[in-house]
């Protein structure tokens, strides 16, 4: 009982903790992003070119990140998964910011919009801004998922041994009642035992006096 509530308690304070809730606001907001970054190329050209499916693959593959790390916020499960989109959506981040800073022209008409170089503009700087943006949210992200991953483990590991050591005290405590109990049942039986031999030598004497009287008569 003891073990489960501390168990429970170290549950509690872990979901409540400021790294657990940094890693919910930083998922959710990548999830804002990514629907926002989608969007953008999506309004650049609602056919996109490769540079552009190049860029959707991006954000799903930073929505999905989101996805698994909120699923393992609740389950303590599948961060080995999230860790990777996390990584390959970081990458996708890094090389399309690099694009479009170092080749701006050039990443404009990869995507091949037929809007207005106005529209172009503002809509490519949004994306730019959003992906950078992206990058340092799934960075962060990604650290306070590891730190939370940590913790986790920990709490585990000392959950496991409170559970050995009570594990230990109750077989301990069996055994101990187990041995009281079996010695009590053999004191029990040399008692009885030691009555019945009394009874038995207590027959044969007056047995033997009767005889004795009969052989005098």
Known sequence: MAASATTGNSSVRSCCSLPNLLVWLLNLSLLVLAAAALGTVLLLRPHPTPF????????ATTLLSALAAL??????LCFPTHAALALAALSGHALASLAFFLRYDHSLRLLGSARDRRE????????EVLLLAMFLAQAVALVAACVVSRRWAREH??????KAAVARKRGR?????????????EAEVKAVDEKVMRCVGGSKKVHWAKNDGFEEC
């Open 173 to 185: 405590k069996t055994a101990r009642v187990q041995a009281e109990s079996a010695a009590a049942a």
């Open 52 to 59: 552009g499916w190049a860029l959707v693959s991006v954000h």
């Open 71 to 76: 699923y393992a916020q609740l389950t303590h």
């Open 157 to 162: 590991e000392a959950a496991e041994t409170e």
């Open 120 to 127: 172009q503009f503002v809509l490519a700087f949004m994306e």
